[in-house]
């Protein structure tokens, strides 16, 4: 008798007939409708899932229906949309972001203001309020398929790093006299006079911005050039896809673009002649400064906050101002802007395929495809009210803000300093705030993944290493590696 | 009565449904006589028909009945049995007359006066005598008929055979008035079968109009009288109904039996009756007494007064008082949407923390990217507005009660109150832009100075680390020591007396003050005597060469210091150990006025600095000018304890705020021009509109007051929302907001509007509290101490004494 109760009860219960699809071709179940109870969450349609692959370490799977996350009950869901428990279900499923880790930091002596890093070379340069940018390239951990490995330290003596049980900067560059306000990356194993040289660029309040030559092993640098016309602090630099210009913006109100390439080949036959003379010494007298930028980009009524140049032709700005403006690099010309109602701190470009494709060999068959990929052309900006604000580009417009803004994000309780988006992803972006806290979001659903909250400190930078590592510079003076694994 | 009305109706229906037998017989007599009928008729119609159609065979047009101009145009008239056209030729003769030929039949045709056209048949007609007759008895108004006589004696129809005694006809009475209706019967058994069924309807009993108050709602009332009062009421309460004017109530003297008092005596009566015209009377009836009612007359002048009713009806003019619904909410003005009045602070983003004690004052430099702050701590820290950075730190030993950023964006210096001193800071090249410090350099000789004192300072540090190594050496090289330290006071006597002389030289008009300029050098080197001083008394306690020396320098020491011990670095127990800490890096000079400096105030242009001690007595209120080492005073004495001064952001005008006024002096006369009254017990601090035309005053007795100077004297608006002391305001530059700090821990932000139009008045709106200071221990009720605007942003700073500083936008 109670059995009979019981399969009565479970013939009660509300079924929903659901398919479930997926792009990950490792992860396909068959395409058969499923009788499944409404009450699930993503939890048990995770686990039955799990249970039609027969894995035996469960993933951990999300679901999407109609492009949009299921963060409730399937009823709930249903109920929400008004969608009938009687018609079929598409639910497509793709494996969940793992739960982010922290996993190593990177102590400095003042706070860190901007963090570049590339995890294909397995470093990162840092700049920092007490004027210097610093080269790491010991202490990174990194993933080999759901294995963390960590980089063993190249330079760094090992029983000093027992001893003090740190991490320690393979170099440091001074030069700056104000703090590092943005690095970057230039180029990596440029050829230079037979020699393998890093190229880094490198913004501060000092009004200079520095080109920086390291030696590939990391054991000595020089200055390449002095970029000088700001006349208040750098806020932002930003380099266009070919990697031979770069826009910097400044608290003055203005964006230069600046050529790189011509001054580094009247350095390279000033080096000539001067090995020619052989004069070896590597002073500052071989220093160029630079005080003609090709271009400049004036508009803003206030300080710019930060800049994009996601495309050869275009470049995208954001201001203090209120307002994003995309600019013709050829014609110096403004192409549209936007208005917000607060000032804006950071922006990115999800089109923007942000670090060194252009000379990776080993990525020349993704860079390929990245090149295909345009499905959408979608820039975030982060405001002083803690919201970051989803645009969509493809429908410019200068009278409304509303028909221009796609999504909001609100979650963050302060203003948001950094924004990336992760790499190789169509909707995965991080963003660092203010309020000490690095959220990662999904652009299909409006509540953050994962929310990493060590401490009250301002983030001051983020930067995504690859797709599974995010590094942030923080205001207690650290830089911290963040790993999404998958957690066993 | 039912039965009535059914018997009536019933009565001609009863004869088609049930004909008697006499009915059967009539008719059948009726019908023979219509049969006669009949055939008579059809003869007469036929004989007629027969005779047109010989007569008019040919002549007649078919037309019809219309005029025969409707066929103007054709040639034919109508179409004969064959079809053929009936020609108008054939018709009418002498159809085609034109003009001429009617002209010409004027003359020769006698009776042409006489001759008209049918219209019908287009034919000519001459009348006849007899119809002319006709036509002009017609015209004069008579009868047309000449026989006719209208006055005829009357003839009845019919004959009364036998006078008038009988009837019109002589028909004997039907008989079925004495039979029962058959018919009938058969209504009444069908009436009755449905009143046994109870299916008779009250429908078809008569409604019957039963009493009912008019005027009182509960009752019911037929409908029709409802809707009329419903409609009536609905008039009214549009308004639309005006009351007729209501006649005058009768009194007791319009009784028949009055009092005797209002009966009137004789000479009144006499009176009354003197007056002949109604309306001019006092009244228009004389009251009289009468015993019963019956004897009471007939009123003779009822029919006027009716009337003069009926002229008031309609002659008076009625106006509609119209009574206005006010409440509360409606009387409140309508605050414009927060939404519009947009961007004001709204949350608090950015926390400033590195001071350890309550924060006294921020400034914020002209640019938005620095903020300075001064602190109990005794120290000076300069942070970077957008990411909360402590970029430089001075410290004394003295608390900072005021310190203020230049506003003129090409000098960028800034100005603090530590203790009795006022401080002009270079805030270095580390904040400043290369262009800012090119420009300082040109504005203020005085940072060159202090660049070249730098050196001077390195040099003074060697003699000092001499000094200090001497005092590791033998007590012999002590005469040395003191020899050098008399020199060194003989030049510092020296440098003091430059100092106090070089002011006196550059202003020519009489010194009405106390204050000196100093450079950091001399100041330095004032300090570091006293030091030596110190440190010799504590290393030779018992030497009695140096004692004498020292104890006159202790005695200057003291007089200088007079009563209080204010010092810039040190307290006395500082001199005396043997610490060095200063940071006078960046000072460009230093002022020293003779009592605590709690205000500082600069001019828009950035050359004029006020400084404010509220003890000071005449010299409450000092103008320093930075680029030429100047002091002036222009206040001769006292007009109370000053709180706070301002300068006009554009015209030569100062604002001093007293304790209770305020008062605007203007520069160039050196009078005072208008003293405004806000009425308030203890004034903290004022702020002016950058307009110039209104001016904020906030009191430590909760209130704020808005002031339009031009308007008036008194306060345009007190504000009492803060629930403790008003210890700043602050007006933005740019937007129209302005903000009041209280000890309640609270910032309120108001949105206030200023237009350009003279007639509108500012509008004032308070759009936002915001919280997030508290009180550094529950004994300490301070709350928020300063409060500043970002000068760009709509952003607000401010200073508590939970020892932070918050940033609101």
């Known amino acids: 008798m109670e059995i009979e109760n019981e399969t009565e009860e479970k013939k009660q219960t509300e079924t929903v007939q659901v398919i479930f699809t997926t792009k990950y071709k490792e992860y396909q179940v068959i395409e058969t409708p499923f009788e499944i109870p409404v009450s699930l969450t993503r939890y048990g349609l995770s686990e039955v899932i799990n249970h039609l692959l027969g894995k035996e370490k469960p993933i951990p799977f999300e679901f999407l229906i109609n492009e949009e996350f299921l963060r409730t009950s399937l009823k709930q869901f249903l109920d929400e949309k008004n969608l009938s428990s009687e018609k079929q279900v598409t639910l497509e499923y793709v494996p969940a972001l793992p739960q982010p880790k922290q996993f190593n930091q990177f102590l400095h002596d003042d706070w860190v203001s901007a963090v570049d890093g590339k995890n294909s070379f397995n470093i990162f340069a840092t700049g920092c309020y007490d004027n210097l940018v610093r080269i790491w390239k010991s202490g990174l951990y990194k993933l080999k398929g759901n294995e963390i490995e960590e980089k063993k330290p190249i330079h760094v003596n090992l029983n000093q790093n027992q001893n003090q049980n740190q991490e320690q900067p393979s170099l440091i560059l001074s030069h700056h006299s104000k703090p590092i306000k943005s690095v970057k990356w230039l180029k990596f194993n440029e050829n230079i006079s037979n020699q393998k040289y890093h190229l880094l660029l490198s913004a501060s309040l000092d009004e200079q911005i520095i080109l920086w030559k390291i030696s590939s092993n990391l054991n000595s640098y020089s200055i390449l050039t002095k970029f000088i016309g700001h006349s208040e602090g750098i806020n932002d630099i930003a380099l266009n896809p070919k990697r031979n210009l770069f826009c910097s913006c400044g608290n003055d109100s203005l964006c230069f673009i600046w050529d790189i390439n011509d001054k580094k080949n009247e350095y390279q036959n000033q080096e000539e002649n001067q090995e020619e003379n052989q004069n070896e010494n590597q002073n500052e007298n071989k220093i160029i400064e630079n005080n003609t930028p090709i271009a400049s980009l004036r508009g803003h009524t206030q300080a710019v906050s930060a800049a994009i140049w996601p495309s050869q032709s275009s470049i995208y700005t954001t201001s203090y101002d209120y307002t994003i403006k995309k600019w013709d690099v050829e014609k110096q010309s403004l192409v549209w802007e936007a208005f917000s109602k607060n000032t804006i701190h950071c922006l990115h470009y999800n089109q923007y395929e942000y670090p060194y494709l252009n000379f990776e060999s080993n990525q020349n068959q993704n860079q390929n495809q990245n090149q295909t990929r345009k499905e959408s052309e979608l820039l975030l900006t982060g405001h002083s009210d803690g919201i970051i604000r989803l645009w969509d580009n493809r429908i410019p417009s200068n009278s409304e803000e509303s028909c221009v803004i796609k999504t909001l994000f609100k979650s963050h309780t302060s203003w948001i300093s950094s924004l990336k988006w992760k790499p190789n992803s169509d909707f995965v972006f991080a963003s660092g705030s203010y309020d000490g806290s690095v959220k990662i979001w999904d652009i299909r659903t409006k509540i953050p993944l994962f929310t990493l909250k060590r401490n009250s400190e301002k983030i001051l930078d983020i930067d995504w290493l690859d797709s599974q590592n995010l590094l942030t510079a923080s205001a207690d003076q650290t830089v911290k590696q963040i790993i999404l694994k998958i957690s066993n | 009565m039912i039965f009535e009305e059914i018997e009536n109706e019933s009565t001609e229906s009863d004869s088609d449904f049930l004909p008697t037998e006499s009915e059967e017989l009539e008719s059948e007599e009726e019908r023979n006589e219509e049969e006669e009928r009949e055939a008579f008729y059809e003869h007469f119609l036929s004989d007629s028909e027969s005779e047109s159609e010989g007569e008019n065979e040919e002549l007649r047009n078919t037309i019809g009945d219309v005029p025969v101009e409707w066929y103007k145009e054709y040639s034919h008239i109508g179409y004969n049995l064959t079809g053929e056209k009936i020609l108008k030729r054939d018709v009418i003769k002498a159809q085609k007359k034109d003009n001429l030929d009617d002209f010409l039949a004027k003359f020769e045709n006698p009776d042409y006066w006489r001759t008209i056209q049918n219209k019908l048949t287009g034919e000519d007609h001459v009348l006849t005598d007899e119809e002319l007759a006709t036509a002009f008895r017609i015209q004069s108004g008579k009868y047309p008929d000449a026989d006719y006589d209208p006055y005829a004696p009357h003839v009845d129809f019919f004959d009364y055979p036998d006078g008038k005694l009988h009837p019109l006809t002589n028909k004997p009475i039907s008989k079925r008035g004495f039979v029962p209706s058959k018919w009938e019967a058969k209504k009444i058994i069908k009436i009755v079968k449905r009143l046994r069924k109870q299916k008779y309807s009250k429908r078809r009993t008569r409604r019957v109009v039963r009493d009912f108050l008019l005027w009182s709602n509960q009752e019911k009332m037929p409908k029709k009288f409802a809707e009329k009062k419903k409609l009536a009421e609905k008039r009214k309460s549009k308004g639309e109904n005006i009351p007729a004017p209501k006649p005058h109530l009768p009194g007791h003297e319009e009784s028949y039996n009055p009092p005797p008092e209002y009966l009137p005596n004789q000479r009144e009566i006499e009176a009354w009756e003197s007056i002949e015209n109604y309306d001019e009377k006092p009244r228009n009836f004389l009251p009289q007494n009468f015993d019963r009612i019956i004897d009471i007359p007939?009123?003779?002048?009822?029919?006027?007064?009716?009337?003069?009713?009926?002229?008031?009806?309609?002659?008076?003019?009625?106006?509609?008082?119209?009574?206005?619904?006010?409440?509360?909410?409606?009387?409140?003005?309508?605050?414009?949407?927060?939404?519009?009045?947009?961007?004001?602070?709204?949350?608090?983003?950015?926390?400033?923390?590195?001071?350890?004690?309550?924060?006294?004052?921020?400034?914020?430099?002209?640019?938005?990217?620095?903020?300075?702050?001064?602190?109990?701590?005794?120290?000076?820290?300069?942070?970077?507005?957008?990411?909360?950075?402590?970029?430089?730190?001075?410290?004394?030993?003295?608390?900072?009660?005021?310190?203020?950023?230049?506003?003129?964006?090409?000098?960028?210096?800034?100005?603090?109150?530590?203790?009795?001193?006022?401080?002009?800071?270079?805030?270095?090249?580390?904040?400043?832009?290369?262009?800012?410090?090119?420009?300082?350099?040109?504005?203020?000789?005085?940072?060159?100075?202090?660049?070249?004192?730098?050196?001077?300072?390195?040099?003074?540090?060697?003699?000092?680390?001499?000094?200090?190594?001497?005092?590791?050496?033998?007590?012999?090289?002590?005469?040395?020591?003191?020899?050098?330290?008399?020199?060194?006071?003989?030049?510092?006597?020296?440098?003091?007396?430059?100092?106090?002389?070089?002011?006196?030289?550059?202003?020519?008009?009489?010194?009405?003050?106390?204050?000196?300029?100093?450079?950091?050098?001399?100041?330095?080197?004032?300090?570091?005597?006293?030091?030596?001083?110190?440190?010799?008394?504590?290393?030779?306690?018992?030497?009695?060469?140096?004692?004498?020396?020292?104890?006159?320098?202790?005695?200057?020491?003291?007089e200088t210091e007079a009563h209080d011990n204010h010092e810039l670095y040190y307290t006395k127990e500082d001199y005396e150990s043997q610490e060095f800490k200063f940071t006078t890096k960046g000072i460009v000079a230093i002022i020293k006025c003779t009592n605590i400096v709690k205000s500082l105030t600069w001019h828009n242009k950035g050359d004029y600095l006020a400084s404010v001690s509220p003890n000071g007595g005449r010299e409450a209120v000092l103008i320093h000018r930075v680029s030429k080492n100047m002091t002036q005073n222009p206040f001769g004495k006292s007009k109370g304890v000053v709180q706070c001064v301002k300068f006009h952001p554009k015209k030569p005008l100062f604002f001093v705020a007293t304790q209770r006024h305020v008062r605007i002096y203007n520069l160039l006369r050196g009078k005072m021009t208008l003293k405004l009254m806000p009425g308030v017990q203890w004034i903290s601090s004022i702020d002016i509109h950058p307009g110039g035309d209104n001016l904020i005053v906030s009191s430590y007795d909760k209130k704020l007051c808005w002031f339009d100077i031009d308007l008036s004297t008194k306060p345009y608006k007190i504000m009492r929302y803060h629930s403790l002391a008003i210890r700043k305001v602050a007006f933005h530059n740019r937007f129209p907001l302005f903000c009041s700090s209280s000890d309640d821990k609270t910032t309120q932000v108001f949105y206030g509007k200023v237009f350009n139009d003279l007639l509108q008045n500012p509008l004032i709106v308070p759009v936002k509290i915001l919280h997030g200071h508290e009180y550094p221990n529950e004994k300490l009720e301070l709350g928020v101490l300063d409060c500043v605007f970002h000068p760009i942003q709509p952003w607000l700073f401010t200073s508590g004494a939970d020892k932070t500083i918050r940033l609101f936008c």
């Open chain 2, 298 to 558: 007939a009123y003779s002048r009822f029919l006027n007064e009716r009337f003069d009713r009926c002229l008031d009806l309609y002659l008076c003019t009625r106006a509609k008082k119209r009574k206005q619904k006010l409440t509360k909410r409606k009387i409140i003005p309508k605050l414009p949407d927060l939404e519009d009045l947009k961007p004001f602070p709204t949350h608090e983003m950015i926390t400033y923390k590195g001071h350890i004690n309550k924060v006294r004052s921020i400034s914020v430099d002209p640019t938005g990217n620095w903020l300075v702050s001064g602190s109990d701590d005794k120290s000076i820290k300069i942070w970077e507005v957008f990411t909360g950075k402590c970029f430089k730190t001075w410290e004394f030993s003295e608390i900072v009660y005021s310190v203020a950023w230049n506003p003129n964006p090409e000098t960028p210096i800034i100005a603090a109150a530590v203790g009795k001193y006022v401080l002009i800071i270079n805030p270095g090249d580390s904040i400043l832009s290369v262009k800012q410090v090119n420009n300082l350099m040109k504005k203020f000789p005085l940072v060159i100075e202090h660049e070249n004192f730098d050196e001077n300072q390195l040099e003074d540090e060697n003699l000092n680390e001499n000094l200090n190594e001497n005092e590791n050496l033998n007590e012999n090289d002590i005469l040395d020591r003191n020899q050098k330290i008399k020199q060194k006071l003989s030049q510092l006597n020296q440098l003091d007396n430059q100092n106090q002389k070089n002011p006196k030289k550059s202003s020519t008009h009489k010194k009405r003050h106390n204050a000196i300029w100093k450079s950091p050098k001399e100041f330095l080197n004032e300090i570091r005597s006293k030091k030596l001083i110190f440190q010799q008394k504590k290393l030779n306690p018992n030497n009695s060469n140096t004692d004498q020396l020292i104890e006159k320098l202790q005695i200057e020491l003291e």
